[in-house]
């Protein structure tokens, strides 16, 4: 098993900059991708979408196109920590982030995908 936990989730003003991290702990050896999902208020569970992933046999990262030259996902060398740097916030970025894993590849960009664990979600508002 392994367990995500994710933090960071504030208001801001538009324009601003906050930074996502997730914490794994446990059978993390067992992992190929972890990524970030959104949830956009008053979406259900299925319509969460992958914004940002990375795959840590290929060494690589993916980004939805709405956030791809604001956002980065990057890990610790321990690889036990993902964060999301978010800057250029914009109000359509408000939601609830979900730092989620899995032992496949990372997932498409932009859609939903049951990944194998997830966290339990930190809340960002971003406010024009």
């Known amino acids: 098993q392994v367990q995500l936990v994710d933090s960071g989730g504030e208001s801001v003003q538009a324009g601003g900059s906050l930074r996502l991290s997730c914490v794994a702990s446990?059978?993390?050896?067992?992992?190929?991708?972890m990524a970030w999902f959104r949830q956009a208020p008053g979406k259900e569970r299925e319509e969460r979408v992958a914004?940002?992933?990375?795959?840590?046999?290929?060494?690589?990262?993916k980004y939805d196109r709405s956030v791809e030259t604001r956002f980065t996902i990057s890990q610790d060398s321990a690889r036990d920590t993902l964060s999301l740097q978010m800057d250029g916030l914009k109000p359509e970025d408000s939601g609830t982030y979900f730092c989620?894993?899995?032992?496949?590849?990372?997932?498409?960009?932009?859609?939903?995908?049951?990944?194998?664990?997830w966290g339990k979600g930190t809340l960002v508002t971003i406010s024009s």
């Open positions: 989620a894993a899995d032992t496949g590849s990372c997932p498409r960009m932009g859609y939903f995908y049951h990944m194998d664990y």
């Open positions: 446990g059978a993390t050896n067992i992992l190929r991708s």
């Open positions: 914004v940002a992933c990375i795959d840590m046999h290929a060494g690589s990262t």
